[in-house]
């Protein structure tokens, strides 16, 4: 009998054991996200004299990918789809005023911080991650709260400060007489880098929304002071770039906004106040000034997490929900299905799987996030999920990956980016087909050209056979 209890008592205490170390291995998560990030960061050489250095060195920290794009080029169905893992043309959610929590085909989705919290980890978050409100279901604690996601920025006591006629609320800039510490991103960070300081009793899901560079940019001057009007780059730009673009092209590089009483079509687009009122250079200067900003407070982060406990077992994700015109084929903002609207920054850092300081140049999706992470971290798989683990891609970088990127902009509206072709089908049918290897500013479109039939033919093929009608329009506000 007293060697049943030796053996029963040695089983129980290895598994104790056992367990304690399982526990001990589970990795945490810091989910950074950036609002409105194109390519102009250092790593990504989209504006060379942009500077970035909390960026870089997250980056010899990191795998980075070069090729990495957003499901939707707009903000709400661009989270919404890498937060539940679902594509917009599955959901149906579209259009920034979508709740998705209303949605019946995602209503009893597990977002990705819910299921990490239902699965024995502390789900903490703030700023923008979700769009506007958050969604109570998926946080165990959000700062300043779910109802307000992040604290106000300061603003002028007059606007426009840029000197233009402002139609809308955001499209304006300029310096304001504020200390960085008053900015809302700032207070975020602050915020975040004390959790990464606090002792937890469970692993953690810690989310870091940054709401720069998104407009309007105003900005403490320091900023816009790094980046003299007389040293700003134009983006390159091709005069005749649109006239071989369909209708549906055409009409997305010059969204209008308006007010009320206002005939839509009355107002130019914006890039064509712009170069009416020679703001070009003064609003690049500004949206470098922003990203500048951001990248302060990342490093706000980035310092509070290596001088914690938490460094060495948690990964580290660093992504921007879509890309940005800044002038490019005659547009600003985004919601358009080119390479400079879909382009996104994607870094991972994964202690004990990543190696430093590499890239990894193939196509993929910001959908492939979710998988991913619960690949990393261990968890069970989740059957809804439409993305693709990317842990073979992160633990070897140099295998083939060969999956072409859907982004979709409204209603049937679709890009496939593979790694040599860009190919653009609208909901009337028209197309776009662009090489990359040849045309890496997307100014010759080939979809009329014969001899790219079949191309257009294969890639097609990536194409979702059903797309969702647009579901419900409540504001999550």
């Not at 990795?27 to 194109?38: A, K, Q, R, T």
């Not at 990504?44 to 500077?51: D, F, I, R």
């Not at 709400?76 to 259009?95: C, D, F, H, K, W």
């Not at 800044?326 to 299905?337: F, N, P, Y």
Request: charged share 25%; net charge positive; hydrophobic share 35%.
């Amino acid at each position: 009998m007293k060697y049943f209890v030796y053996i029963w008592f040695f089983t129980f205490c290895w598994s104790c054991h056992t367990s304690a170390k399982k526990e001990e291995k589970k990795m945490n998560v810091l989910f950074i996200s950036i609002d409105d990030l194109n390519d102009w960061i250092s790593p990504l050489k989209g504006y060379p004299e942009v500077q970035t250095p909390n960026i870089d060195r997250l980056k010899t920290q990191s795998i980075l990918f070069t090729a990495a794009y957003t499901p939707a080029p707009l903000c709400n169905p661009s989270r919404t789809a890498v937060l539940t893992g679902i594509q917009p043309y599955t959901s149906g959610i579209y259009e920034n005023k979508q709740s998705f929590r209303n949605n019946p085909k995602l209503k009893t989705t597990y977002t990705l911080p819910q299921y990490f919290k239902d699965h024995g980890y502390r789900s903490l978050g703030s700023g923008k991650v979700f769009h506007y409100v958050h969604d109570t279901l998926s946080w165990d604690k959000y700062w300043p709260s779910i109802q307000k996601i992040r604290p106000n920025d300061p603003e002028p006591k007059q606007k426009p400060l840029h000197g233009m006629p402002v139609y809308g609320r955001f499209f304006d800039w300029g310096p304001i007489d504020v200390d960085a510490s008053e900015m809302g991103d700032w207070k975020v960070a602050d915020w975040v880098s004390n959790q990464l300081q606090q002792q937890h009793n469970k692993p953690f899901f810690l989310a870091c929304g940054f709401y720069k560079p998104h407009l309007p940019w105003y900005l403490p001057k320091k900023y816009f002071d790094r980046y003299p009007l007389d040293q700003i780059t134009l983006p390159k730009i091709n005069e005749n770039d649109l006239s071989d673009i369909p209708l549906p092209g055409r009409a997305l590089a010059k969204i209008k906004v308006w007010k009320p009483k206002i005939s839509k079509d009355s107002l130019p687009g914006d890039h064509m106040r712009v170069i009416e009122h020679n703001k070009w250079k003064e609003g690049i200067q500004a949206y470098l000034a922003a990203i500048s900003f951001v990248d302060e407070c990342l490093g706000k982060v980035l310092d509070a997490l290596e001088k914690s406990e938490y460094r060495d077992n948690t990964i580290v994700v660093l992504w921007s929900d879509h890309g940005y015109h800044m002038g490019e084929k005659s547009h600003w903002r985004k919601s358009t299905l080119w390479e400079e609207g879909t382009r996104s920054v994607l870094m991972i850092k994964a202690p004990g799987t990543t190696n430093a300081g590499m890239q990894i140049d193939w196509p993929v999706s910001l959908i492939d996030l979710y998988p991913s992470l619960l690949d990393l971290c261990q968890l069970p798989f989740y059957e809804k999920l439409e993305g693709r683990s990317l842990l073979p891609l992160l633990k070897d970088p140099s295998i083939e990956w060969d999956f072409p990127v859907i982004s979709t902009f409204k209603y049937r509206n679709q890009s496939i980016r593979s790694k040599r072709y860009r190919y653009i089908r609208y909901a009337n049918g028209t197309e776009e087909l662009y090489d990359h290897q040849v045309d890496s500013l997307e100014w010759n479109n080939l979809a009329n050209h014969k001899e790219y039939d079949a191309i257009k033919v294969k890639l097609a093929e990536w194409l979702p056979k059903e797309n969702t009608p647009p579901i419900n329009q409540n504001n999550d506000k």
